[in-house]
């Protein structure tokens, strides 16, 4: 890896925390690691290994759910040093899965940092307001806090992709086949645990019984996710017609 | 709560563009659509991108008057968060009743304000389990299944229609904020629908997700029991495979839920697979 491929993936890390480029979409794109993990590829010249390990670290992330400024790992992070892993060190999905989670706590660190430090550029708006300086109230709402968020976060990334990734295949080099095949395995476990956290959200009431009918359409019969998505919509649609029904009835 | 923000309603929905043109709405909508997490801060979340947005909203209510400029600013500064999507309701309809309260309207500047923290809560509630806990896995677990095989073209179109969904979305209830006023987004929260919306949204989360488990959690068993010199008795193959194939990553997957509505962080879990993984994979009984 170029010290400048290194540093466009800091810079593609930044993007994926920041609002400047698109926004809340940010969020949703770049901070995922199916699109991360994409770009990454691009700036590693391998596109098509970046999707998919980028598509597997998803996986584990896919319940990712923010609510109230807590989070459960940095996927944005996970995805980028994963796929760069992947395509320069030559691991497996798996194995590069496994590495990249525990990347992406270390990552919170930052999200805990940048939240606590922003609280300082809030007073400064206070005080913007407060003398009537309503033009400059960018400059603490989005100027200062992102300049910070650009070092807290492009240095670090462009740091670890740059002399990581050699470490790290030298790492499990020396340790060998059998610590290969347990994060292997760890890695094919670990989509469970993001399957889990958004069925904290959905997994309600009359709903529960679908789980288990999606399950067993694809264990039995073999149906791909989009094959399954249309039957799941023809199913909630019927369902809420006969309860609809069974409503009216029971009004009349 | 409700009945404060009925009784509000009536006053905070006289028509719009009274003082403002569209230049500043939808300057304030593009202030608070980029910059609502520019900020992002755990002592007043989102505050300082809502306070932001107003800026716009500010300049043109009370042009030459820094005084109130300042009054109505102050009024935003405070804490504030919510899911960015549906808050984008409260942030239009906080600048139509600014506007209000700037063309003589009976406003205080109280009102606004607890009508904007009033909703945040109901309206993040509904933001987070439609957009974060259905759409976005929906649209994920579709884009990982064609990415998987290597299709270059999954992020490009799942980020297309993200990017439609999220603008579409925030454009639409900021002017529903701003032009119809409390009413039509307490229409929107009391009315039937968002909750057949979110029934039917989680059917279709849950049965999406049983297939994904199905199709993306590995977990086998790798015990093989000596039968008799010659013959092997594979655990996996001649057990699970031939009752229910994936039933090591259903229950492994159920078993995660259970653990994280126990109560257990999401770290916590982690690290519980992380250990059965390395027990499992050292001693073979996983493979």
Not at chain 2, 12 to 39: C, H, M, P
Not at chain 2, 74 to 100: D, W, Y
Request: hydrophobic content about 50%; proline content about 3%; some cysteine.
């Amino acid at each position: 890896m170029s010290v400048f491929q290194a540093m466009l993936l800091g810079v593609l890390y930044y993007l994926g925390n920041s609002s400047i480029v698109a926004g809340p979409v940010g969020y949703y794109t770049i901070y995922r690691p199916l699109i991360g993990g994409f770009l990454t590829g691009l700036v590693l010249g391998d596109p098509v290994t970046g999707v998919m390990v980028g598509a597997t670290i998803n996986l584990m992330y896919i319940g990712f759910i923010s609510a109230g400024g807590a989070l459960p790992g940095d996927m944005c992070l996970a995805g980028i040093l994963g796929a760069a892993l992947a395509i320069t060190g030559g691991l497996d999905t798996e194995a590069a899965l496994a590495i990249a989670v525990p990347i992406g706590l270390i990552g919170t660190l930052l999200w805990f940092g940048r939240l606590t430090l922003d609280s300082f550029f809030a007073h400064l708006a206070d005080k913007y307001v407060e003398k009537g300086e309503s033009g400059k109230i960018w400059i603490a709402s989005v100027l200062l806090p992102q300049s910070m968020l650009f070092v807290m976060t492009a240095i670090p990334c462009f740091l670890a992709a740059y002399f990581g990734a050699g470490y790290i295949q030298g790492a499990i080099n020396a340790l060998g086949g059998t610590v290969l095949g347990v994060l292997i395995i760890i890695g094919g476990m670990m989509p469970a645990l993001g399957i889990g956290l958004t069925l904290l959200y959905i997994f309600k009431g009359e709903a529960r019984i679908f789980f288990f009918v999606g399950f067993l359409l694809a264990v039995y019969f073999n149906l791909s996710m989009i094959a399954v998505g249309f039957l799941a919509l023809c199913s909630a649609v019927v369902y809420t017609q006969l309860r609809n029904a069974k409503g009216g009835e029971a009004n009349a | 709560m409700p009945d404060m923000i009925h009784k509000e309603n009536k006053k905070a929905n006289e028509g719009s563009y009274i003082l403002l043109t569209d230049k500043e709405v939808k300057r304030s909508w593009i202030n608070w659509l980029f910059n609502n997490q520019a900020n992002y801060n755990y002592e007043r979340m989102m505050g300082t991108g809502f306070l932001h947005s107003m800026v716009p909203i500010a300049k043109k209510l009370y042009k030459d008057d820094i005084e109130k400029q300042r009054d109505m600013l102050k009024r935003h500064t405070g804490f504030f968060n919510c899911e960015p999507c549906l808050g984008s309701a409260i942030a239009g309809l906080t600048v139509a009743m600014e506007e209000q309260k700037a063309a003589g309207g009976e406003i205080d500047g109280e009102a606004v304000t607890s009508i904007k923290t009033g909703l945040m809560g109901p309206l993040s509630g509904i933001g987070d389990s439609i957009i974060q806990g259905v759409i976005v896995p929906l649209l994920l677990a579709f884009a990982i299944d064609m990415a998987s095989g290597g299709s270059v073209v999954a992020p490009i179109v799942y980020s297309l229609v993200m990017i439609a969904v999220v603008f579409g979305i925030s454009y639409t209830l900021f002017m529903t904020g701003y032009k119809k006023g409390s009413g039509a987004i307490l229409n929107i929260l009391e009315n039937g629908i968002v909750n057949k919306i979110i029934a039917g949204a989680n059917i279709m989360g849950c049965m999406v997700l049983g297939a994904l488990v199905a199709n993306y959690v590995s977990m086998s068993c790798g015990i093989q029991i000596q039968q008799t010199a010659d013959s092997v008795f594979n655990v996996q193959e001649q057990l699970f495979d031939t009752i229910i194939p994936k039933l090591l990553p259903l229950l492994l997957t159920l078993g995660s839920y259970k653990l994280l509505k126990k109560g257990w962080s999401s770290v916590k879990v982690l690290l519980f697979i992380v250990i059965i993984g390395v027990i499992g994979g050292v001693t073979g009984i996983l493979g």
